[in-house]
C-alpha cells in the first residue's frame, strides 16, 4: 500500500493577484479528492509577493467547506512564532467543524525573512522549540503536567478526535525530535536532496522512536513533474532553482529567489554568500516517476509520499497530478 498526498503553495505569478493563487489552489484540492490523493496540506510563507499562504489555518478552514473526505492541512504551521495554546485552540476548532479530517503539520524553519520573524514574535513566548511542541501535544491531548503553571486550562473546543502532529523537517536532528516526541515525520527532499542525510534521518526515526507514544509514521515530501514524456517533463524542470544563503554565523536557508536571498541578508545584517543549484525534482513519464517512486519507497521503507510539483502553467500542473495518480491506481486506497 502506498499514499500519496499534495503540499500546495498557492504560488503567485506575474501580473496575478493572490485571488487567483488561491482559486487555484480551492480546484487542486477538489481535484486531488477525485482522483484519490489522501491529504491536501498547504503551507505557510510570510513577507511574499510570490506565496499567497500566510496564514494556513485560516486557509485550511476554507478548503475544509469546498471538499468532503480529503484530509486537509499545514504543512506547515511555524511554532516558533506562536503560543502552543493558541494553535492547539485554532486546530481543535478545525478538527470539531471537519471531524477526523484535519492534520497539524509542525515547520522549524521561519517561513520568511528576518522582518517578519520579529514582527511575528513581538512580546511572544520564546522557548526552545522542543518545549513548544511539548505543550502544544499536552494541549492537543488534555494533558498538561500537574506541575505545569497552567494546569487545568484546556483549549477548547475539545474535539472527539485527538489531532496528531507530523514534524516537518530536513535534517537528522529533526528526526531525533520527531522520534523522541512519538510524531510522525517528513522529510522535506525537495529543500535537502543528499541521499546520505535522508538515509540516516530515516533510520533514526525509525531507530529511536518512542513506542509508548504509538507506531512510527514516515513520508517523504519531493518535488514532482510527470508528463507525457520524459523529454517533455525534463523541459518543464530545467527552470527550476533552489536559491540559498549563507549566513557568516552558519545557518543555510532556503529562499524562493535571489532578490528574497539578497534581502533576507539586508535584514539578518550579517555577511552572506549566495549558491544558486538545479531544483531537486523528479520528472518524467509515468514509467519513468513510478519506477522511481517504489525505488525511493522500498529504499527508506515508506508509507506515503507528499508531492508539489512546480509547474506555472495550471492545466499542466492539474495533469501531472492526475496521471500521477492514475499510474499508481492499483496501490492507493480509497
Given at each position: 500500500m502506498l499514499r500519496l498526498s499534495i503540499l500546495d503553495q498557492s504560488p503567485i505569478y506575474d501580473n496575478e493577484t493572490a485571488l487567483q493563487a488561491f482559486q487555484r489552489t480551492i480546484l487542486l484540492a477538489q481535484e486531488a479528492e477525485k482522483w484519490g490523493y489522501h491529504r491536501f496540506w498547504v503551507s505557510e510563507h510570510h513577507d511574499s509577493d510570490q506565496v499567497a499562504g500566510s496564514s494556513p489555518e485560516v486557509l485550511i478552514s476554507h478548503l475544509l467547506a469546498k471538499t468532503e473526505r480529503i484530509r486537509i492541512g499545514s504543512g506547515g504551521v511555524m511554532l516558533q512564532h506562536y503560543s502552543p495554546y493558541k494553535v492547539a485552540e485554532n486546530f481543535h476548532v478545525l478538527e470539531s467543524l471537519a471531524p477526523n479530517r484535519v492534520d497539524l503539520g509542525i515547520g522549524r524553519a521561519p517561513g520568511g525573512l528576518p522582518h517578519s520573524t520579529k514582527?511575528?514574535?513581538?512580546?511572544?513566548?520564546?522557548?526552545?522549540?522542543?518545549?513548544k511542541l511539548i505543550e502544544l501535544e499536552q494541549f492537543l491531548h488534555d494533558k498538561l503536567e500537574p506541575t505545569h503553571?497552567?494546569?487545568?486550562l484546556k483549549a477548547q473546543p475539545i474535539p472527539r478526535y485527538p489531532l496528531h502532529i507530523y514534524l516537518l523537517g530536513a535534517s537528522t536532528s529533526s528526526a531525533s525530535v520527531a522520534a523522541n516526541l512519538g510524531f510522525s515525520y517528513v522529510f522535506a527532499q525537495f529543500i535537502n536532496s543528499d541521499e546520505n542525510t535522508i538515509a540516516e534521518a530515516f533510520k533514526t526515526y525509525q531507530k529511536n522512536f518512542n513506542m509508548e507514544k504509538g507506531t512510527p509514521h514516515s513520508i517523504l515530501a519531493v518535488s514532482l513533474i510527470v508528463t507525457d514524456t520524459d523529454e517533455e517533463a525534463?523541459?518543464?524542470?530545467?527552470?527550476?532553482?533552489i536559491v540559498k544563503i549563507h549566513l557568516e554565523s552558519g545557518k543555510t536557508l532556503t529562499l524562493p529567489s535571489v532578490e528574497k536571498a539578497e534581502e533576507y541578508g539586508k535584514q539578518a545584517g550579517e555577511n552572506y554568500t549566495i549558491t544558486i543549484h538545479d531544483a531537486n525534482i523528479i520528472h518524467g513519464?509515468?514509467?519513468?516517476?513510478?519506477?522511481?517512486?517504489?525505488?525511493?519507497?522500498?529504499?527508506?521503507?515508506?508509507?506515503e509520499f507528499i508531492i508539489t510539483t512546480p509547474i506555472k502553467d495550471f492545466n499542466k500542473r492539474l495533469y501531472s497530478y492526475k496521471i500521477l495518480k492514475?499510474?499508481?491506481?492499483?496501490l492507493i486506497p480509497r
Open positions: 514582527a511575528l514574535q513581538q512580546g511572544n513566548d520564546m522557548r526552545p522549540l522542543f518545549e503553571p497552567l494546569h487545568g525534463k523541459e518543464l524542470a530545467a527552470d527550476a532553482k513519464s509515468q514509467e519513468t516517476v513510478r519506477n522511481t517512486l517504489l525505488t525511493l519507497q522500498q529504499t527508506y521503507h515508506l508509507e492514475d499510474a499508481f491506481s492499483e
